[in-house]
């Protein structure tokens, strides 16, 4: 018997829409299931698919528009599929690793399989028309991660929107009015992310419609230890929009396994969000996991018998089935028919897929094996390379890894040897060696034309006329040129909007470019740079500041995750040129001074950052990145702003090149090398060295990361053969990092007549007041003392030992 209710919606439903949804829902659960076997067998290393998620994925996408946005996390391959943003050679090749793009569009092998992409970006680094294409933000594994660049996402929406000077900029939006789709498990809403997340797209107004997929557990953990009622629909009640408010969200939620609730659902809500540019969020309960969370453990491990047997009466694909039958859009039998046939589908397509990912990997083998084969009839080695050739060629199912290490070995035998044919090996190895780099190490960085390391210098220029005025007045004459040159130039921050932030850099642009461009933001670091992240995706240039280098912290998860790791975790298919804005260095205490900068760019490789000693270097390198297509974070810092400097003619235009060190006191007896406030300390150190004759140079690495490309540090340690480095950073941190790349990377240490010394601040926090940040941080004192321990070590008859009786 049909009720009413339903009678109604079987008119609504065309039948052919209604098999093709139920096809490819049974063709995503096979690919599930195929795809747990093929781990289980050790074809694939890991597998965590989209079973049980499939219907509520397949109603999201039909309210899915070209232009608009995917955040999502490693359940949505049946979304995927249904956009036709993801093919199941694709789905296959991912699981597989096949490092390729063409093969995985998504990761080319970098990333394990369900982390699903669209690729936003030409071959050459730019940009596609993302209004021709379905969009997919790059998944991360850390769960929630996907929620800060969702709020970026959505705000650009209304940004095109709102803002009459980006109504141009056809190539990333029409109109705003796109939408920005996120989704989540239920158990990730316990991350602060989440709440932070949520919390910023409703007062910001972003055009995101946020799903979650609740299956009532994290892995084995059930919602009673994950959330507080259990239950995520009473608890962003609070975020529900009031009638006749403009404030809040709608908030749905309905069943995951009811096929036409679900499809009404994501309408409504859909064109609500298009038309009323609020946020949405739809709750699906009542979803299940029949395969259990990965293939990394089985679910009856954790489940009771009870809810293993409703996992599997409410499994949204028999509901669906039992549906499509009840209400005779098929019969049973045309049911089993499509299964037979995608079944068969499925496994066809993987076979295919391991075929394309195999053979290449089997021909570089029998290519190498060939190789040695021909060296065994010369080699006095011969048995030892058969023994290697024969173990190679005895592996079923062989990775590249095991041809390379068999070169290898094959090498360090034949050392002592030489026969003609070992060039052949050599060169196999090589052109290997090349390609394997090529495939898992290429695109940390930009490689398109906009690639900040190739932005031309453009010095300052100075005249009789430029002013000498104070740092942070430098900083705003150059934010103002920016702003108005370049409107998808958006700046962003606590205190930034009104006040022009907390040392006025943005002093008064607020109200000159109004409060979209310029804005205040709450305290909330990890979405500042989650917003900016998003933003940045969808063509916008965000300038996102974080008030202090000590809250950077809060944001660093997402800034290594997300940010820094997107063009490589993609091989070049996506990119964010977000800046980072923050001050540090020398305040006062715990949280008001630091320096971890070992801590930062150990985690962020794959963005630039600079540490600019005045504000005319910082406009420079705010210039440079504003060029570039890539993520940077700039530290100012925070004594300079009070401090007066010339203002350059070029503000606007004058560019600091990255990774170029200047030498900021000639010298000949010592180079020490510094960044940042730790200029004007060694500056002051040399002024009083000098008085004692010892002439040190110093050298502003400014660039961290990238560092001091061209090894002119090396070239300074050439002539003074000796080399102290300082920071107020901890002692093995930026110090260390310093001292490898100039001794290691460079060969600087055999220039070195004197054992290289570092200059660090204490292990511990520094401490407050002006004696707690003395005894806590280099200063001049020590530099002096460094300096004239080294001295007095080569030449103890000038510089005698003055600090021991
Ligand atoms: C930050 C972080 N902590 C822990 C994990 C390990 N982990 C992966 S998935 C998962 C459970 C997520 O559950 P839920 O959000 O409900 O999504 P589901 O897998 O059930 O769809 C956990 C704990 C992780 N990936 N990231």
């Known amino acids: 018997m049909v009720d009413k209710k339903t009678e109604e919606l079987i008119e609504n439903f065309n039948r052919e829409e209604v098999i093709a949804d139920y096809r490819l829902a049974y063709q995503s659960r096979q690919a599930s299931l195929i795809g747990r076997r093929e781990v289980m067998s050790g074809k694939a290393k890991f597998g965590i698919f989209g079973d049980g998620k499939e219907l509520p994925q397949i109603a999201m996408a039909k309210a899915f528009r070209k232009g608009d946005f995917r955040s999502g996390y490693y359940r949505d391959q049946t979304f995927m599929l249904a956009v036709g943003a993801l093919t199941l050679s694709e789905f296959f090749a991912q699981l597989y690793a096949h490092a390729d793009v063409e093969a995985d569009p998504a990761s080319a092998g970098r990333s394990m399989n369900a982390h699903f992409s669209t690729r936003s970006l030409n071959s050459d680094g730019s940009w596609k028309n993302l209004t021709e294409t379905i969009n997919s933000s790059p998944d991360v594994s850390p769960t929630g991660s996907q929620m800060p660049r969702l709020v970026g996402l959505g705000y650009a929406s209304r940004l095109y929107r709102e803002l009459d000077d980006l109504k141009s900029y056809t190539q990333f939006s029409q109109g705003g009015m796109e939408i920005a789709f996120g989704t989540i498990g239920n158990a990730s809403t316990a991350e602060g992310m989440f709440w932070e997340a949520i919390n910023a797209i409703g007062v910001l107004k972003a055009q995101v419609l946020l799903s979650i997929w609740d299956d009532c557990f994290g892995i084995s953990v059930p919602s009673d230890h994950q959330l507080v009622k259990q239950n995520i629909s009473s608890l962003i009640e609070g975020f529900r929009v009031e009638p006749g408010s403009e404030n809040g969200f709608d908030i749905y939620t309905v069943l995951g396994w009811d096929y036409p609730a679900l499809v009404k659902t994501y309408q409504e809500a859909s064109e609500s969000v298009r038309q009323k540019h609020l946020p949405a969020i739809i709750h699906v309960h009542e979803l299940t996991q029949p395969q259990g969370h990965s293939t990394s453990g089985s679910h009856e491990r954790y489940k009771s018998e009870q809810r293993l047997a409703w996992e599997a009466e409410f499994d949204c694909l028999v509901k669906f089935r039992e549906w499509i039958i009840e209400s005779k859009f098929a019969a049973a039998f045309d049911l089993d028919q499509i299964e037979d046939e995608e079944r068969n589908q499925v496994e066809e397509t993987r076979k295919e897929a391991w075929e394309d990912y195999i053979s290449p990997i089997l021909a570089e083998r029998a290519n190498l094996a060939n190789i ?98 104070y740092g942070f007045e430098i900083l705003n004459t150059c934010f103002d040129a920016a702003l108005a040159r370049d409107p998808r130039i958006i700046a962003f921050g606590e205190d930034v909007g009104r006040l022009g932030d907390v040392n006025q850099g943005f002093r008064g642009l607020q109200d000159k470019y109004g409060e979209l461009r310029v804005s205040d933001t709450g305290i909330r670091e990890v979405t500042i740079v989650g917003q900016a992240i998003g933003m940045a995706m969808r063509g916008l240039r965000p300038i996102a500041e974080i008030q202090y280098l000590d809250y950077l912290l809060y944001a660093l998860q997402i800034m290594s995750d997300d940010l820094a790791s997107l063009q490589w975790r993609t091989k070049g298919g996506a990119k964010a040129p977000v800046i980072i804005r923050t001050r540090g260095h020398r305040l006062e205490g715990i949280w008001h001074s630091g320096s971890p900068m070992a801590g930062i760019i150990h985690l962020v490789r794959g963005m630039h950052v600079l540490v600019p000693r005045n504000m005319v270097q910082a406009s420079g390198f705010y210039n440079t990145l504003l060029l570039s297509d890539e993520p940077g974070l700039i530290i100012e810092v925070l004594n300079g702003y009070r401090l007066k400097e010339q203002l350059p003619d070029n503000i606007d235009e004058l560019t600091v090149p990255l990774g170029v060190p200047e030498v900021i006191r000639k010298g000949q007896d010592i180079t020490v090398v510094t960044y940042g ?126 600090l021991s009786s």
């Not at 079923?396 to 030489?418: G, K, V």
Request: aromatic share 8%.
């Open 372 to 469: 040695i084969a021909e060296l065994e009839e010369t080699s006095s080695h011969s048995e030892q390379l058969e023994k290697i050739r024969n173990k190679l060629l005895g592996l079923l199912t062989p990775f590249r890894r095991d041809s390379m290490s068999a070169a290898r070995q094959a090498l360090a035998i034949l050392r002592n040897e030489t026969l003609t044919s070992k060039d052949k090996l050599l060169e196999w190895k090589n052109l290997s060696e090349s390609s394997n780099e090529e495939r898992y190490s290429s695109h940390l960085y930009s490689q398109s034309s906009q690639s900040a390391l190739i932005i031309e210098e453009v010095k300052s220029i100075y005249s009789s006329e430029s002013p000498t005025i």
């Open 677 to 802: 406030a730790c200029c004007r300390i060694v500056l002051e150190a040399a002024e009083r060295l000098s008085q004692v004759g010892i002439d040190i140079e110093v050298i502003d690495v400014q660039s961290l990361l990238p560092f001091d490309i061209h090894y002119s540090i090396n070239g300074s340690l050439k002539k003074t053969n000796r080399i102290l480095f300082v920071d107020e950073d901890v002692p093995g941190g930026t110090t260390a990092y310093m001292l490898q790349e100039v001794l290691e990377k460079q060969d600087g240490y055999r220039w070195l007549d004197s054992s290289p010394r570092t200059l660090s601040g204490k292990p511990h926090r520094p401490a407050y007041g002006s004696d707690g940040d003395y005894w806590s941080k280099p200063n001049a004192d020590q530099v002096f003392e460094s300096v004239y321990e080294i001295m007095a070590e080569v030449d103890p008859v000038n510089y005698p030992n003055y």
